[in-house]
């Protein structure tokens, strides 16, 4: 709900979530049922729309606990179900028909053909496979009728297979991606041993190290909206669910910022790149946007994320007051993220605890602490990381 409340507040027109079974990301902390019920109302009451992920590849236990899932969510209302399954589908066209369907990315939609077969079946937005080029989304829209919408990812992590639908996870790990439950094995670190040498690693890059050899960097396209705009595509995806509070914020405030500056007329601001590079993240590239990136979308030196920026506050509901997240002392200079606005400085001229006292610095997270500074509702105070 944290997140979710995030996204809304620093600008994003729509956010999708799940439900505590039926998607695909079962280690985030997903929604029950009064949770779900106030996720929307939330929304709403913003003007945001709520999408719900019904996306797994389900087993015959799912399938029969689905109808009364869809009849809860046809109470609830929802703007749409993300979904990838053509059984799930037909299941929401039975028991939910006044909810929008929407093709998951799951579904590995790269063609005419079979977008137009899911459009029969009753889909209103296709979510495109991530593998898709820039031509081919050209290609694909202008053959599709208006009444169907694409999506396209812009931001997060990549997956080195189709779109999702691997099963390393499952077979090194009894973990299934296609069930939630992914365990990033390509994330892993990779060295070749030889069958009859067993203990003794040889390693595949030259330092010695290994490899991760499946490691996909992170898609970035904030600095190519206008193509996507230009290609049709009317909804931008940005991955975050398994992302910090404070990853939702930053990066949504940013394609917010550019996005109104399209609207606008106004050029690209590349300081958004580098906003972006301030939170947690793996190099960026285009992904397949401008065809195959071959090794320029990998990354076999490192499995792990640059970060260049820590939390250490958050604003509280009372005006001057924040609470402390990480610590930071007195005379210290942050940065305070706020939505709608840009990055400005902070020095902490003052410190007093919930008693009056004047402190240097708070002594444990979460405590309530007052700066006597005038934030924004949201905001949120960071610095700088410390090497």
């Known amino acids: 709900m944290e997140k979710l409340r995030y996204a809304v507040w620093y600008g994003a027109d729509a956010v999708y979530c799940a439900y505590r079974s039926f998607g695909l990301r079962a280690a985030s902390e997903n929604f029950d049922y009064e949770e779900l019920r106030e996720a929307i109302a939330f929304c709403h009451a913003y003007g945001v729309r709520l999408y719900v992920t019904v996306n797994i590849y389900p087993t015959q236990r799912d399938l029969a606990e689905l109808p009364g899932f869809f009849a809860m969510l046809a109470e609830f209302r929802p703007d749409g179900l993300i979904i990838a399954d053509l059984g799930v589908m037909a299941l929401a066209k039975r028991h939910a028909p006044e909810i929008p369907i929407h093709v998951s ?21 296709i979510v495109l496979a991530r593998e898709m080029p820039l031509g081919d989304i050209i290609d694909l829209r202008q053959k599709l009728p208006a009444d169907v919408e694409l ?29 939630g439950a992914c365990a990033q094995p390509c994330r892993w670190n990779y060295a070749l041993m030889e069958e009859k040498r067993p203990g003794s690693y040889f390693p595949i890059e030259e330092d010695g190290r290994g490899t991760y050899v499946f490691n996909s960097k992170d898609l970035c396209l904030i600095g190519h909206l206008k193509e996507l705009e230009d290609a049709g595509v009317a909804s931008l995806k940005i991955e975050g669910r398994m992302k910090s509070f404070y990853y939702v914020a930053c990066v949504t405030r940013a394609y917010r910022r550019a996005l109104d500056d399209l609207a606008a007329g106004k050029p690209y601001d590349p300081a ?14 285009t992904g397949f946007l401008f065809g195959d990136p071959g090794v320029a979308g990998q990354n076999p030196h490192n499995g792990g994320y640059i970060r260049h920026t ?21 005379g210290e200079t942050l940065w305070v993220l706020s939505p709608g606005k840009e990055p400005y400085s902070l020095v902490v001229e003052a410190m007093t605890d919930e008693q009056g006292q004047a402190i240097e610095t708070a002594p444990h997270a979460e405590m309530r602490v007052y700066l006597g500074v005038e934030l924004a509702p949201h905001s949120i105070i960071r610095r700088e990381r410390r090497s």
């Open 105 to 125: 990315t799951q579904a590995n939609v790269t063609n005419y053909e079979t977008a137009m077969v899911l459009r029969e079946l009753g889909a209103k937005r």
């Open 272 to 285: 958004l790149l580098e906003e972006l590079r301030a939170v947690s993240h793996r190099d960026y590239c």
């Open 310 to 330: 820590d939390v250490v506050a958050v604003a509280d509901e009372q005006p001057g007051w924040v609470i402390q997240k990480n610590k930071f002392v007195l």
């Open 151 to 179: 999506e396209a990812f812009a931001h997060g992590a990549m997956c080195v297979a189709y779109s999702g639908r691997c099963l390393l996870s499952a077979a090194m790990a009894a973990r299934s991606g296609n069930q």
